[in-house]
């Protein structure tokens, strides 16, 4: 069982930076791959960025390429997303996720992801 559990989100301007950070219990944080999901209203929710369970890859949803950034410390138990040059179009909720698949390809659908967090705002203004 993992509990996760995001923070880090809040209102910024067109063009600023935020930091999300996705605090995880569990010895084996460093087993699971884990990515970061986005909901806006009316929207599903859609697949930003993501580590294979090896850390060893990364992908990163189109929209996100080149602006955002996916790391772990595995000694914090911690996943991060780094947002620059955000956009109104970011605007959501984000959702930190955790899975147990254990393929070296990187997974982007929602259902592969066994643990979610509760979720936190990021509302950018234009």
């Known amino acids: 069982q993992v509990q996760l559990v995001e923070s880090g989100g809040g209102l910024v301007q067109a063009g600023g930076s935020l930091r999300l950070s996705c605090a995880a219990s569990?010895?084996?944080?460093?087993?699971?791959?884990m990515g970061w999901f986005r909901q806006a209203p009316g929207k599903e929710r859609e697949f930003v960025a993501a580590?294979?369970?090896?850390?060893?890859?990364?992908y990163y949803a189109d929209s996100v390429k080149g602006r955002f950034t996916i790391s772990r410390d595995n000694a914090k138990n911690t996943v991060y997303l780094q947002m620059n040059s955000l956009k109104p179009e970011d605007t959501a909720v984000y959702y930190c996720?955790?899975?147990?698949?254990?393929?070296?390809?990187?997974?982007?659908?929602?259902?592969?992801?066994?643990?979610w967090g509760q979720g936190t705002q990021v509302t950018v203004s234009s």
């Open positions: 996720a955790a899975s147990r698949d254990r393929s070296y390809q990187v997974r982007v659908g929602p259902a592969y992801y066994d643990y």
């Open positions: 569990g010895r084996t944080f460093s087993s699971y791959a």
């Open positions: 580590f294979n369970w090896s850390g060893g890859s990364t």
